[in-house]
């Protein structure tokens, strides 16, 4: 246990330096997948024909193939028509894209739970299908959708040591090369994986906070 702990904190300095891509990427990758999700939800909620077949397609498509296929895709496969990202905007872009799949049926959810009657009053008294969206069924259905969100925002902290198969170095990485320097992959992963537990932690009461002062009495409760 002792021989752990001097391990730790010899190494943990150097795997902790590469936190702020870590955060970096997932908080930019989380706002991609946000906006982009309402935008596919509302496409499948009140599209036409066309808008819900091409918002179905995308979220068909990135919730049924890995997220590491399309990690590669965007860093290796873009390149050959021309598009180049370096590592770090790959990522971010790959495992943003992603979550917005999954976020989108968690906003189109939650906006479902919201009688449509609402919608109904809403245009009766002169909104239109926008304004109705935007005014009254969001602001229930952000607040509803919460709970199914913050697991979403757990899961895309954990995803983002992905990256470093495509070489951003972030903790995975930093935790790989002590690997080989040291030739304490046990140790050093054990490391890793507990910096993971604490920050999926503190982001999971983070977000409990956030989901006991927006929750709707007698609906999220």
């Known amino acids: 246990m002792s021989e752990f702990i001097a391990f730790a904190a010899e190494h943990l300095p150097t795997i902790l330096s590469a936190l702020p891509i870590t955060l970096g990427m997932w908080v930019l990758a989380i706002i991609i997948g946000a906006a982009l999700g309402l935008l596919l939800a509302t496409g499948r909620l009140y599209g036409g024909r066309i808008t819900y077949a091409l918002a179905t397609t995308y979220v068909e498509v990135f919730r049924g193939t890995p997220m590491l296929v399309q990690m590669f895709f965007i860093y290796l496969g873009l390149p050959e028509v021309g598009i180049v990202l370096n590592p770090f905007t790959a990522?971010?872009?790959?495992?943003?894209?992603?979550?917005?799949?999954?976020?989108?049926?968690?906003?189109?959810?939650?906006?479902?739970?919201?009688?449509?009657?609402?919608?109904?009053?809403?245009?009766?008294?002169?909104?239109?299908?926008?304004q109705a969206l935007r005014n009254v069924l969001l602001p229930q259905a952000l607040r509803r959708v919460i709970p199914q969100w913050s697991n979403e925002a757990i899961?895309?902290?954990?995803?983002?040591?992905?990256?470093?198969?495509?070489?951003?170095?972030?903790?995975?990485?930093?935790?790989?090369?002590?690997?080989?320097?040291?030739?304490?992959?046990?140790?050093?992963?054990?490391?890793?994986?507990?910096v993971y537990v604490v920050l999926?932690?503190?982001?999971?009461?983070?977000?409990?906070?956030?989901?006991?002062?927006?929750?709707?009495?007698?609906?999220?409760?």
């Open 91 to 130: 990522a971010v872009i790959a495992i943003g894209l992603n979550s917005a799949a999954y976020q989108a049926e968690y906003f189109r959810g939650a906006v479902r739970s919201i009688p449509q009657g609402q919608m109904a009053a809403a245009r009766a008294i002169g909104m239109t299908r926008l």
């Open 155 to 194: 899961l895309e902290l954990k995803y983002t040591s992905i990256a470093y198969a495509i070489g951003v170095s972030e903790m995975t990485s930093k935790a790989e090369q002590i690997g080989y320097k040291t030739f304490h992959f046990f140790e050093v992963f054990l490391l890793v994986a507990i």
């Open 200 to 221: 999926t932690g503190i982001v999971a009461q983070l977000l409990h906070v956030l989901e006991q002062r927006t929750s709707i009495p007698g609906v999220n409760r």
